[in-house]
């Protein structure tokens, strides 16, 4: 071999295939038989010599190596592997690991699960959200007949937790009967057919792309309603709201978890301290309370007939959105994961049931009427605590955050339904691509990519994106049921689960 200066090494490592291999030793075992013991290999590395047709074989150290030997006859990569070559290439590197963090390795895949506290948060957050703009959206079918038609609030309400009941008892069979996730495609597949599966696949995708921009459009809202000098930046703040929560989702599941789970309870609290204080204040006797009757005049528009109530009812039904994602998202949880999965789904049922019944009341109450420029929470805050004070603005930063980070939950759910689907075949294999945090990247760049142009297609107006919403939601939902009651007839001695 030739000494001296070298030029830089070639692109990639190669084994010198030239050379002996180690004759291979043996160890005794304690039962005196011999088994052979697998040798390290030995890395060689190429270079050119400084004259002409020089040739070097370099042995490469252990913390230059792109493969390190963990047990006997098994390697792994190191960050030697994808180590950039240019200067270009390391700054880029550099700017991807602080936009996302470092590479895990997918031996680190079990770490990166959720425990149920962060799980309420990623996956719950949509859930509990709905409670900012569900009962606006019943009042906002209902003020289409007058001050007549603000007695039918609460019943609606009733009827909606009802049926938020009776799904979440579905959901909890589906998440022991499909303990590998998927949710209503799955069910709907394995027990309705191909047809019906990719159906119910669809409808979910296409509800979680409506997931984000209804959230990030009620959230501005919120924001604006505060600070009502934005109500020009509404479009932008939102698309920079979808890219914040891109990032975050990029650096990991576990890990978004964490950002993002002290907005949701900061939010849980604040508007459980609402609806307490409100009913407090109505039980006492405040003079701001008029029993229903709404405090702005009202023109009525049609009557008060039953279609119009099966509207408000749809409407407000947007209640129910996001209660689907912890089924679909069963893998992400601890062990056991259809346990942990189960009581999260309850827990979250339990507190949505609570919130939007408390927020129904107060509405009710108060005679709140939606307003295009100013949410009914924001009007609701103002009532309890008598003006724009400092718990005011607390509600309002709670729930733009919530609302913001209501999208969690499909940037949760939609790339991990997505891999699924490219794994049975019926979209690219890309979207089973796992980045170097564990993500699958694919269907994250893609939903940003698409809830970014709807969002600015109806220039963040919830009110406009609200109809499209339900349409996804109610299609998967009636799959998902059909399926279970179709599993369960096919399963001997359980009919009665079948009823429920």
Not at 32 to 56: F, I
Not at 328 to 347: H, Q, V, Y
Not at 399 to 405: D, K, S
Request: aromatic residues 8%; charged residues 15%.
């Amino acid at each position: 071999m030739t000494t001296g200066q070298t030029d830089e090494p070639q692109p990639l490592a190669e084994l010198n295939s030239d050379l002996a291999a180690a004759e291979p030793s043996v160890a005794p075992r304690p039962n005196n038989r011999l088994a052979p013991h697998m040798p390290d290999l030995e890395l060689h590395e190429k270079r050119r010599g400084t004259l002409p047709g020089d040739r070097v074989v370099r042995v490469l150290r252990a913390q230059d190596r792109a493969f390190q030997q963990v047990a006997p006859g098994r390697f792994v990569a190191t960050d030697a592997v994808n180590a950039p070559k240019t200067g270009i290439g390391r700054i880029m590197t550099t700017g991807k690991r602080f936009l996302i963090g470092r590479p895990i390795p997918t031996a680190g895949a079990e770490n990166e699960r959720l425990t149920k506290i962060k799980a309420l948060a990623v996956l719950s957050s949509d859930a509990l959200s709905s409670v900012a703009y569900a009962t606006e959206s019943t009042l906002q079918i209902l003020v289409l007949a007058g001050a007549v038609a603000f007695g039918a609030t609460i019943p609606i309400s009733l009827v909606i937790i009802g049926l938020l009941i009776i799904v979440m008892l579905s959901y909890r069979q589906t998440i022991y009967a499909y303990p590998s996730g998927g949710g209503a495609y799955i069910v709907a597949r394995e027990n309705l057919g191909t047809l019906a599966g990719l159906v119910a696949g669809a409808a979910l995708l296409i509800d979680y792309i409506l997931t984000v921009s209804v959230s990030i459009s009620a959230g501005v809202l919120a924001l604006v309603s505060a600070f009502p000098s934005l109500a020009d930046q509404t479009v932008p703040i939102g698309v920079g709201f979808i890219i914040l929560i891109m990032i975050g989702n990029l650096r990991g599941i576990r890990e978004s978890g964490s950002i993002f789970a002290i907005p949701t309870y900061v939010f849980i609290i604040s508007i459980l301290a609402l609806v307490a204080f409100g009913i407090f204040r109505i039980a006492t006797g405040d003079p701001a309370v008029t029993n229903g009757i709404p405090r702005e005049p009202l023109q009525a528009e049609e009557g008060l007939g039953i279609f119009l109530i099966l509207r408000a009812f749809a409407s407000g039904c947007t209640a129910l959105t996001g209660v689907e994602a912890i089924s679909n998202g069963i893998p992400a949880f601890r062990k056991p994961e259809s346990k942990n999965a189960a009581s999260t789904l309850t827990i979250m049922v339990a507190l949505l049931a609570v919130m939007f019944a408390g927020t129904s009341i107060l509405a009710h109450s108060y005679g709140l009427v939606p307003r295009a420029d100013e949410s009914l929470i924001s009007q609701m805050a103002a009532q309890v605590f008598g003006g724009r004070g400092i718990p005011y603005f607390v509600i309002q930063m709670a729930t733009a955050l919530i609302l913001v980070l209501a999208a969690n939950t499909s940037f949760a759910d939609f790339p991990r339904l997505g891999s699924i689907l490219a794994r049975d075949g019926f979209l690219p294999r890309q979207f089973q691509f796992r980045g170097d945090r564990l993500a699958f990247t694919t269907g994250i760049v893609a939903l940003t990519v698409l809830s970014s142009v709807l969002y600015v297609a109806f220039k963040g107006q919830t009110e406009l994106l609200i109809p499209l919403y339900a349409v996804g939601v109610f299609v998967s939902f009636t799959l998902s049921q059909a399926g279970m009651v179709r599993h369960w007839r096919k399963t001997p001695g359980n009919n009665t689960r079948s009823l429920i």
